[in-house]
């Protein structure tokens, strides 16, 4: 069965360091989201993605957030000055047309 | 936008006995509501949804019933078994053609004690 990939598994970095995660999504699927998890806490909306541009974003998806589709394949997310408070799970998922949400295994973001 | 409430927040349950975990929703332009089961540090598992146009829909153990009227939505796990436990988490969102994202719950821990 396809999966939505993600990598890394795990991300450490410094505060105030750029990070990319990257995500490979189902190759006929239309639609792309990040989702994060802080520990312990429920799965939240950041941003949806279709036909190369943003379609929805949440109010944690700030200016230090971003998203790429630089090919065909990936879809990254990009967060540009990390704070303490992104550590968190970090999940891609992909959609085709009127079907369900499929999630990869996530990113865990830690920042020190 | 919409908001998910999911009660309980924790549940233990004897093996072999039934739980039930219960979501309602706000937005009544929401017509697609999967669950999905997440063990520690993995990936959400989507168990079972269920569509606006159904009532009911059964998976061998896994019921999910819909009272779109009430906007209310429920899990129901017969016969649990140690390995049923994990975090469940419902959702809503639109569904079809669209860029439709998911509001989830804040998750239920369903512990089953052998």
């Known amino acids: 069965e396809p999966e939505v990939t993600q990598t890394p598994s795990h991300q450490v970095t410094q505060m105030g360091q750029e990070v990319i995660l990257r995500c490979v999504p189902i190759?006929?699927?239309?639609?792309f989201y990040w989702y994060r998890q802080i520990l312990g806490q429920k799965v939240e909306f950041l941003v949806s993605?279709?036909?190369?541009?943003?379609?929805?974003k949440s109010e944690i998806f700030d200016d230090q957030f971003s998203v790429e589709r630089p090919d065909g394949s990936n879809f990254t997310l990009k967060i540009r000055s990390t704070k303490l408070e992104d550590s968190a799970m970090y999940f891609c998922a992909s959609r085709p047309d009127g079907a369900g949400f499929y999630f990869g295994a996530g990113t865990r973001l830690s920042v020190l | 936008g919409e908001n998910v409430e999911q009660h309980p927040s924790t549940l233990s349950v004897q093996e072999g006995d039934s739980a039930v975990i219960k979501c309602t929703y706000s937005?009544?332009?929401?017509?697609?509501f999967p669950w999905y089961k997440q063990e520690l540090g993995k990936r959400p598992q989507l168990i079972i949804d269920?569509?606006?146009?159904?009532g009911e829909k059964k998976d061998q153990r896994i019921a999910v019933t819909l009272n779109k009227t009430a906007k209310h939505f429920s899990l129901h796990i017969t016969e649990t078994q140690p390995e049923d436990s994990a975090v469940y988490f419902c959702a809503a969102s639109g569904s079809g053609a669209g860029s439709y994202q998911l509001t989830f719950g804040k998750g239920t821990k369903l512990s089953v004690i052998p």
């Open positions: 993605f279709y036909n190369n541009e943003i379609s929805e």
């Open positions: 937005d009544s332009a929401s017509n697609y």
């Open positions: 269920i569509r606006s146009n159904v």
């Open positions: 190759s006929n699927h239309l639609y």
